[in-house]
């Protein structure tokens, strides 16, 4: 099955620093990568996709790369604010019936 | 709010005991997943299910099931309980096909 491995696990940055988070998959099948974000003590949400026929896609202060060849994939978040504080996940999919979810990097943006 | 809800929002409970976790997805979302995410943890996939049939199966104990009613709404049923099983339960839904989940708000379950 999927691996999915994503670093670093806790990441702190200076507000309006950026900050990157890597993840590699194993199953050069998956065709669909979401990145989460999950604020405390709440729901993850979608902040940004990408497919596998596209190498990035941006979204304001949000980017997303993917590397088909290499299997790894990477979120840029630019002019961090501490709002951007949260825990983000990467995941990987192919048909849709199963995700496979990163552990998780813990961002940190200090005032 | 995403549009997925669950029930009951926090639930405390012995070892040994059995519980049932339920979830109303999105309308018109047909796929139901369910995950466990214990204290500071990642997202652990349990189960999905596409219009009522089982599609996947992730870390799921034997003594976990789930099911998907006709009108779509899905039920996480945990039995024999154990302490280890304390954890925040997320269901999501989805449209077919590897496309965004929308995450319930979550069921903080506490096993005493």
């Known amino acids: 099955g999927e691996n999915v491995e994503q670093h670093p696990s806790t990441l702190s940055v200076q507000e309006g620093d950026s900050a990157v988070i890597k993840c590699t998959y194993s199953d050069s099948a998956s065709n669909y990568f979401p990145w989460y974000k999950q604020e405390l003590g709440k729901r993850p949400q979608l902040i940004i996709d990408?497919?596998?026929?596209?190498g990035e896609k941006k979204d304001q202060r949000i980017a997303v790369t993917l590397n088909k060849t290499a299997k790894h994939f990477s979120l840029h978040i630019t002019e961090t604010q501490p709002e951007d504080s949260a825990v983000y996940f990467c995941?990987?999919?192919?048909?849709?019936?199963?995700?496979?979810f990163g552990t998780g990097t813990s961002l940190t943006v200090i005032p | 709010d995403s549009g997925v809800t669950q029930t009951p929002k926090h639930l405390i409970t012995a070892t040994g005991q059995r519980v049932t976790l339920r979830c109303s997805p999105r309308s018109g979302d047909l796929s139901v997943y369910w995950y466990q995410q214990s204290l500071d943890q990642g997202l652990q996939f349990l189960i999905q299910?596409?219009?009522?049939?089982?599609?996947a199966k992730g870390n799921i104990l034997e003594r976990f099931s789930a099911q998907q009613f006709p009108d779509l709404h899905s039920e996480l049923n945990l039995s024999s309980l154990e302490l280890g099983d304390s954890a925040l339960y997320f269901c999501?839904?989805?449209?077919?096909?590897?496309?965004?989940?929308?995450f319930g708000p979550g069921t903080r379950l506490t096993v005493l």
């Open positions: 299910y596409y219009n009522g049939e089982e599609r």
């Open positions: 995941a990987a999919s192919n048909t849709g019936n199963q995700f496979y």
């Open positions: 999501a839904s989805s449209l077919a096909g590897p496309n965004e989940q929308f």
């Open positions: 990408i497919r596998s026929n596209v």
